[in-house]
């Protein structure tokens, strides 16, 4: 299934500057971050969130807590040091996070994780994302499924059938995440049950 390939200007964080006015002194961080705010929160009926993978980002839970954004851990119960480091965890956001420009100018091309676009509130959503946190291979093991890395989803999701897509999605509206290259984002939307994956240039 092919890409469809756009550009993306605008902004959300700070001055609102498009990428085609870009000056000298802007931080291209920033910019690049206006871009991708203006992509993820388009819709004023959905809210944003990011599924974050502690085992590519350090010290990730202790970040979370410095921060006002809502957040928790996909996985349950008390954990042990280690497992909570390395746990998904769900953070919901808005458009003037102050995650938003650490994410990107820290962990873009690093596949610290997804955004997901979704009118569900934020525990509805993580019960969704805990019903597949482990899968059975062919063999009837248990494998963890790591759905939350860039580099599963964007490959996994355009070979789901409309069963497999029904589960994944639920409510969710879009997946967006990283591109094979630092300068490009992948949507994922669904609509009756079809996904048309799109690359936009930042």
């Known amino acids: 299934m092919s890409a469809n390939r756009h550009s993306v200007a605008g902004g959300a964080i700070g001055d609102s500057v498009h990428l085609t006015e870009r000056a000298s002194d802007v931080d291209p961080v920033i910019v690049r971050c206006n871009a991708l705010s ?4 388009r819709e004023p009926d959905q809210t944003v969130y990011a599924l974050l993978d502690g085992a590519s980002i350090p ?27 390395t746990a998904p965890y769900l953070v919901k956001l808005h458009a003037g996070s102050e995650l938003l420009p650490w994410l990107w100018g820290e962990g873009w091309g690093k596949n610290w994780g997804i955004f997901v676009v979704t009118p569900l ?8 994302f805990r019903g597949f946190l482990r899968v059975r291979d062919h063999s ?10 860039p580099r599963v989803l964007r490959v996994y999701l355009p070979t789901c059938n409309a069963g497999e897509i029904k589960t994944v999605f639920g409510a969710i509206s879009r ?28």
């Open 121 to 128: 509130g934020f525990e509805e959503l993580r019960r969704h």
């Open 140 to 149: 009837g093991r248990i494998l963890y499924f790591r759905y939350y890395d």
């Open 59 to 85: 010290a990730l839970p202790n970040r979370l807590a410095e921060s006002p954004e809502q957040s928790g851990c996909l996985y349950r119960g008390e954990l042990g040091l280690d497992l909570k480091m």
């Open 175 to 202: 997946f967006v995440c990283e591109g094979e290259s630092a300068d490009e984002v992948m949507e994922l939307p669904v609509h009756r049950l079809r996904i048309t994956p799109r690359t936009v240039l930042l």
């Open 38 to 41: 203006a992509l993820l929160f």
